[in-house]
């Protein structure tokens, strides 16, 4: 059995001491702690620290890929919902995601998704029932009950919402949480049902009455959700109630930093620090029952080398008991189980080809209903303008920023749904995107109708993928993997992605994350005025809705 | 007649002083600078700044747009050699070139190019001769005669080479040089032909020698060419005989910093302050007799305020009376002239679209010269590696980089010219251009023959632009203008080929200016190892070469 030594400072995260001492590990166990003196220049040894929840597939990248960015910031281990890809090709995408994970050392939580489809009011490729849920609930993989959407199901008490959160019950598994703007009594109920988690607070008191319900609050810095600056003075205080989380973010970012800089911004900030390293790694493992380790004898070796408690950037990261990441690198030698390339992927894409003809908007009231999207936010406004009409149909007003959305069913036969926008300025041709929370059909916004067609076009012939286009420029992305992720490495992905923001800024679009943005605006539980695949549709209503008045 | 005042710390160049006053503006010229005291904090008002070499189609913009972004950057004026344009198109060209830069108040001083086409072992799209020249010298917008590539031609005194050379001298006008590693009789000889300028000196000891034959030195900072810490000690002495140019430069790199930023650097690197507002200001008016102003008394109103004589940071630029940039904007109303759009560009375009036999090399030897290519750098090196081999053809070996580079006639029906290059590291994919030095016939580097045909071919069917791909992605920038510029706006342009050299480096590509590395390849004058679209060339035997042995 391999025997290794790390001395350093040790950082005790569950005692809240530090001493200098000696990390032995045999196999993949830490065998022991030795106390001993160590030079003032070593490095701190730590905890890994835990992403609590995240879409993988929002990444842009496979488990493998997206491992290798985190284990380079010091996370060793993510609590994972693959409800994107199980929305594409259900239970054979969650498999994919699980199968993916094994080839790296790396601590994958997947969790059962309770939501797919997200809503009826869409079509999305696949359905996983309260059976379905069931069945996953049974196995090792699977961590719990990944976010409860459905909140209006749960209060309501939805015959299929019961049976799924029974299923949890029975395995005696945590259910997360996902309830943007519920309150007082809704939110007693929901979380009375045993729904533990939530990153979905706007604001302070949300996070405080969460807390006061029982439940844990994430704080999210995601690409097109950034909630850090919001949420951090929970940190002051709420032992054991804190966990960080990323949600859905772009690999760029991710290289930019994540729960590393988190950490370090919180400590900065003068929140206590073990608050703050509670938060990011030990209350998940709690929380979740995580099998990874906290740096205890006897636990698995996972751990992390920073170079100070103020920085903390990371040296080293130890997973299984192997130097997975040291001197700015993978150790691909220790971090790769199976290096064999996957070059199979499941996806589903049976989206024809549209005509301009299949965008035409008569023009039926005096008032047009837009959707209003702002920088890095999943909500969204609603607003009503005068519509530009050309030839009796409502088009593009972009001298007015009211550009066309369309959201196009990618798995069977339909018409194209189209509804107006604000926020995204484009100021000539159109993106498009295969990836739109959470059924995933095609979504694209332009400044006319030919630029969308052209654009949706593209990514059939793709079959999923990220495209932005103009008459003087293209710049696209496949992504083959269930058309929301690429198979490619993620320094790769990441500089292709930034790629693209270019484009979509050289355009004149001005949000951090164009095509995530982009992505939110078909997710009918967000407030306030989506689109899906099926229509406009009202949030607070819960109900689809009219374009014109 | 408008008239205005703008008082400040008069930086006065010609006289090396600065004083307190007030500088009153009637039309477009200074009737009276008033000595009187300002306040401390106000600005330092001074000529601006002269780029005294540029080729602006290398900046991927119309002059218009490239105005734009020189006068944010205190730039007021321009020496510019249209032979890209030339070489494409001809004098239709070169007048497009002077009738859209009159769209803008800015000071364009264009050049009568003598090397269209710039040797006879390629094919241009155009020729202009020694009559033509005399023509063009004949016109006030022209300054002179251009960079005066054919050294050989001059040395061994070629007739018409001579006959060029004489329309200047019966012009009165200037004659710039292009001698990349020119020494000893043989430059004394070129500058003995009244050739005054040089911005091809690859060390100090080649500028020295110029001054010395009487020449000036041109310190370039371009995208591809980065000259500045070789030569930047000319500054400490050679009073009017050394000035700045950008010669070739990218938008985005313009944005980032242009002579605002050789003058700071070079100040802070302790050069005499006074030499270097001397370069940057005044021997390019002198040299090359300009007409704009140097602020006097009766000068044309051309001038710049900066900050402070540290940082350089330009406040406001001031041309033909005219505020035409301010607080960090383009003053449209003063300094567009004429705001028509331009929509019919010059171009053409002949090349037929080919397939993977087309670049077939039959392996004929045991040895393969390789063109080595390097950053920021347009000299090339020779190296023999042994062929990889595939079918008895020999193939891109992507583990050892030896890639293979296409240069393919855009002007009529030829075969793709085929050689190998190593530096440019793409792991997968191709990227192609239509910008070649000079010819700018279509050049392509790829991993596979198929890569380069898709790149090829989509280029063709742009008639024009720059191209990467690979089987993932896909970054497209249209060059309609002469398949050398775009007619979109200078930020504009800047974010679409920022996004371009990402999707290169996404490939494995290190270099700073893929892009433009790639375009000099194919530039014969250049030594030591290219390749045009007659085949592969060795630039010191001033021949074609084999390609393999």
Redesign the interface.
């Known amino acids: 059995m391999d025997s290794f030594s790390v001395s350093g400072h040790i950082v005790d995260v569950l005692n809240r001491t530090i001493y200098d001492g000696t990390v032995i590990v045999e196999g993949n166990k830490i065998s022991e702690i030795r106390k001993e003196e160590v030079p003032s220049y070593a490095p701190y040894i730590m905890p890994g620290f835990t992403d609590s929840h995240i879409h993988i597939e929002s990444t842009l990248l496979t488990p493998e890929h997206y491992a290798a960015l985190a284990v380079s910031k010091g996370v060793v281990a993510v609590v994972s919902d693959p409800h994107e890809i199980a929305n594409v090709t259900g239970l054979e995408g969650v498999n994919f995601m699980i199968e993916n994970g094994k080839k790296v050392h790396f601590h994958f939580y997947f969790g059962a998704s309770p939501c797919v489809p997200c809503t009826g009011f869409e079509t999305a490729g696949a359905k996983l029932d309260s059976k379905d849920i069931g069945e996953l609930l049974k196995r090792d993989e699977i961590y719990g009950v990944a976010e409860f959407m459905n909140a209006f199901g749960v209060i309501n008490g939805d015959k299929e919402c019961m049976a799924k959160l029974d299923a949890a019950r029975k395995a005696g598994k945590p259910v997360d949480g996902h309830a943007p703007g519920l309150t007082g009594s809704a939110l007693a109920r929901y979380a009375a049902h045993g729904i533990s988690s939530d990153h979905e607070c706007a604001n302070l008191e949300e996070g405080k009455e969460r807390i006061a319900n029982g439940m844990l609050v994430q704080i999210r810095q995601g690409s097109a959700a950034e909630d850090y600056d919001t949420l951090a003075p929970l940190l002051a205080d709420n032992r054991g109630k804190v966990m960080f989380c990323s949600d859905d973010k772009y690999p760029n970012e991710l290289l930019e930093g994540y729960l590393d800089q988190m950490v370090a911004q919180s400590v900065e900030k003068g929140y206590p620090m073990w608050n703050v390293l509670e938060a990011a790694c030990v209350t998940p493992v709690q929380h979740y029952k995580l099998k990874h380790g906290l740096l205890r004898k006897g636990d698995n070796a996972d751990f992390i080398l920073v170079d100070n408690l103020h920085d903390f950037n990371v040296l080293e990261s130890w997973i299984d008991g192997a130097k997975v990441f040291a001197g700015g690198k993978i150790v691909e030698k220790n971090f790769v189980k199976d290096p064999t390339p996957t070059t199979v992927f499941p996806n589903k894409f049976a989206a024809q080809k549209i005509k301009v003809e299949d965008l035409r908007v008569p023009c039926t009231g005096s008032r047009l209903k837009v959707i209003t999207a702002r920088d890095l936010s999943l909500r969204t406004g609603v607003e009503f303008v005068t519509p530009k009409v050309e030839d009796g149909c409502v088009v593009s007003d972009v001298e007015n920023d009211v550009l066309k959305i369309v959201v196009y069913n990618r798995y069977e036969k339909a018409k194209p749904q189209v509804a107006f926008i604000k926020g995204f300025q484009l100021k000539c041709g159109a993106m498009g995107s295969t990836i739109s929370h959470d059924s995933h059909n095609i979504v694209a916004i332009g400044a006319t109708d030919q630029d969308i067609v052209n654009v949706i076009n593209i990514l059939i012939e793709y079959k999923g993928g990220l495209l932005i286009a103009d ?8 992504l ?1 993997v269930a058309g929301l992720m ?3 490495d993620g ?3 990441a ?2 992605y ?3 923001r ?2 979509a ?3 004149g679009c001005p949000f951090n994350a164009p095509f995530m943005t982009m992505a939110f605006m078909s997710l009918p539980v967000i407030p306030e005025l989506k689109i899906t695949d099926k229509g406009l549709f009202d949030v607070n209503k819960f109900a689809f809705t009219d374009l014109m008045e």
Chains 1, 2 share one sequence.
């Open positions: 008459g003087m420029s293209v710049s696209g992305l496949a083959p690429s198979p490619l320094e790769v992905v500089k292709k930034a790629a693209l270019l484009m800024q050289s355009q």
